[in-house]
Structures are given as C-alpha cells and as structure tokens.
C-alpha cells in the first residue's frame, strides 16, 4: 500500500486528480464518476513519471513470466512504452477498434 499512497500523493501535487462530485465526468465510456485522473500529466514531469515506472517495473515481477508488455490507446502508449522499454521487452498497444 505505500507505494499506491505515494503515487496518489504524487497525482495530487501536479494536479493530475480531479474532483467534481456535484458534476460528475463523464468517461469515453460513458460512465460518470466524481474523480478523473489524467494520468497523460505525468509524461510532463520526469522525477513522478520515473517513480510511477519503477513502481510498475517492481508490480511487474509479480506476473512473471511475461513476454511483452501492452499500452491500452490512447493515454496508456507512453505509459506501456516506458515500461517495456525499462524492462527491455516488446511493446504493443491495443485499441477498442481497429
């Protein structure tokens, strides 16, 4: 649980998390929730975008044996590339359509 804190912290300080209770967002999915979370901020700080890779990096060994690591489009390619690149994998991406 301390790192899921430290990354929560982290979102907060750069404004990555927003909050709208009384007029909920509403996703690609169309759903509504009161929190969004632009996790494309992070790619604009390094020091937070190195931490949050780390920290997938370490999440990552959990789950092996893995041969490639997949960036759900739009939002997760970066976040994906990054990783696979840490972990010097291959790297794909999946989209909802083709």
Request: charged share 20%; hydrophobic share 45%.
């Amino acid at each position: 649980m301390e790192i899921a804190s430290e990354v929560a912290k982290r979102l907060l300080q750069i404004n990555a998390i927003k909050l709208s209770p009384q007029n909920p967002f509403t996703w690609a999915s169309g759903m509504k929730s009161p929190i969004y979370c632009d996790n494309r901020v992070v790619l604009s700080y390094p020091g937070i975008r190195r931490f949050i890779i780390d920290s997938f990096a370490q999440k990552a060994e959990a789950f092996k044996p893995f041969d490639t690591i997949a960036g759900v489009a739009t939002a997760g390619i970066a976040h994906g590339a990054l990783l696979a690149e840490q972990l010097a994998m291959p790297f794909i991406y999946v989209r909802s359509k083709p």
